[in-house]
């Protein structure tokens, strides 16, 4: 790879996607994109210039990177990023399906089930987006995101909105991060609105359905923001989940 070459690191996420068509229009002429879980991401062997990471993440793994000003990805209310399925008839909770590569997602919805429910359902770690495959190991299950059609028809519990109910915060689901020679470069500016961008985006997006969607995120990274996500560093170190509280280097 050329020294003025990138790799970035994005999320397969339909909430991601204004994001992802900003930067390969912006950076397509000296840039590498692969398509990542965050399980993929914090591999040892695995390195990059950009990525789009929750903020749990960047505080457990590369809070030496800088965090890019003006973009993210957040939700308060509607967004359906996370979706909660009960299966019928069920009088108790104590086994919940969940894909074991959305390691925020995990992280996020056992601390809703401690601060709603007081219990710590057993997690079952599931490579499928089949209620009917998770119900068969599970009492409950999460879809993360990527399903628009069928499983939007059934009943389900948005943790987006509980997250709000309970901490009175956006929950903010992903950081543009950047390594010290991407921020020290001129692609850095070339990228300093996308959050404004990423709104134009939307309204011009010929599919009405998906349109509506994703018209339900905020993409702007302001003052908010960055409170939720200290607040979320704070609630993650309560629950164990982060061995300090880390603070946000932008670039």
């Known amino acids: 790879m050329q020294s ?10 339909v909430c991601a996607k204004p994001i992802l068509f900003l930067l390969q229009t912006k950076l397509k002429d000296n840039s590498f994109f692969n398509f990542n879980f965050e399980s993929e991401l914090i591999a040892p062997n695995y390195s990059f210039d950009l990525a789009l990471v929750s903020p749990f993440i960047y505080a457990k793994y590369f809070s030496n990177y800088k965090v890019v000003p003006n973009i993210c990805i957040s939700t308060f209310q509607n967004s359906k990023l996370i979706r909660l399925y009960f299966k019928e008839g069920l009088g108790f909770i104590e086994k919940l399906s969940i894909n074991p590569n959305y390691i925020s997602e995990t992280i996020i919805t056992s601390i809703i089930f401690s601060e709603q429910y007081g219990i710590t359902p057993k997690i079952i770690p599931t490579i499928s987006n089949s209620l009917e495959t998770m119900f068969e190991k599970s009492d409950c299950a999460i879809i993360i995101d ?14 987006s909105e509980f997250w709000m109910d309970i901490f009175e915060y956006p929950l903010i689901n992903k950081v543009l991060i950047c390594s010290e020679k991407f921020a020290e470069s001129d692609e850095i500016k070339i990228i300093s609105n996308l959050g404004d961008e990423a709104k134009s985006f939307i309204k011009n997006l010929g599919d009405e359905k998906e349109a509506n969607y994703l018209s339900n995120f905020n993409y702007n990274l302001g003052e908010s923001e960055v409170e939720a996500i200290q607040e979320f560093f704070r609630i993650c170190f309560y629950y164990k989940f982060l061995n300090d509280i880390p603070d946000l280097h932008f670039c």
């Open 4 to 13: 003025n070459s990138f790799r970035i690191g994005f999320p397969n996420l």
């Open 146 to 159: 990527e399903n628009l059609d069928e499983n939007f028809q059934k009943k389900f519990i948005d943790l």
